[in-house]
């Protein structure tokens, strides 16, 4: 069962930027599809971006143009980089598959303040 553990959460001013990072137990290209979710306090999850095994990427039309998801495969690795950080982008971050989703990882938090 492959697990992800998500890093680089933090605590940032309102238009600062945060890079999140994830690494895969196993084969990122082996995976496929790669996104990041998150989940802001009395919401429900939600798909914030994803990418293909070959880089297509989709993305959340509220922060698109802001976050950009990228995989690094020889490393194993998805990250995310935010951009223009707003207050209501303020949740616990995880990654994982795009579909079949078998478990969560912990999650990082970020939180921006205005």
């Known amino acids: 069962q492959v697990q992800f553990v998500e890093s680089g959460g933090g605590s940032v001013h309102e238009g600062g930027s945060l890079r999140l990072s994830c690494a895969a137990s196993e084969s990122i290209f082996g995976i496929g599809d790669l996104s990041w979710y998150r989940r802001a306090p009395g919401k429900e999850r939600e798909l914030v971006a994803s990418?293909?095994?070959?880089?297509?990427?989709n993305y959340l039309v509220s922060v698109e143009g802001r976050f950009t998801i990228y995989r690094d495969n020889a490393k194993n690795m998805v990250h995310l980089q935010m951009n223009s950080l707003k207050p209501e982008d303020t949740a616990l971050y995880y990654c994982?598959?795009?579909?079949?989703?078998?478990?969560w990882g912990q999650g990082t938090q970020v939180t921006v303040s205005s």
């Open positions: 994982n598959r795009l579909s079949s989703i078998r478990s």
């Open positions: 990418i293909s095994r070959t880089g297509i990427t």
